[in-house]
């Protein structure tokens, strides 16, 4: 009884779901940014509409594609030309 209770609570969750992102599809279609957004590897629909939101319509703020990935978490910040440290993508480990 309660199992089936959970699975009709799952399946309205999963239908108001694809609702939302078919609106933000629709409501992507009408940016002239949403290409450049949906670019960044890793970015379909979702992602791209989340970078839209977060990081604006000001393409200034990005003189460069690698300052976009960058931001957008998918490349390694830029180096200073005279910077002896180098960028790792090794997550540190906590101890506990």
Do not use: N
Not at 3 to 11: D, N
Not at 32 to 53: D, E, K, N, Y
């Amino acid at each position: 009884m309660v199992t089936l209770a959970l699975v009709s609570v799952i399946e309205k969750v999963a239908a108001q779901i694809a609702g939302l992102e078919s609106r933000i599809a629709e409501a992507l279609v009408a940016h002239q940014l949403v290409p450049i957004f949906q670019s960044v590897p890793r970015s379909g629909t979702v992602r791209a509409a989340s970078l839209l939101a977060e990081i604006g319509a000001c393409k200034a703020r990005f003189p460069t594609p690698q300052s976009l990935a960058c931001l957008a978490g998918v490349a390694p910040p830029p180096e200073p030309p005279d910077s002896t440290t180098r960028w790792s993508t090794a997550t540190p480990r906590r101890s506990g």
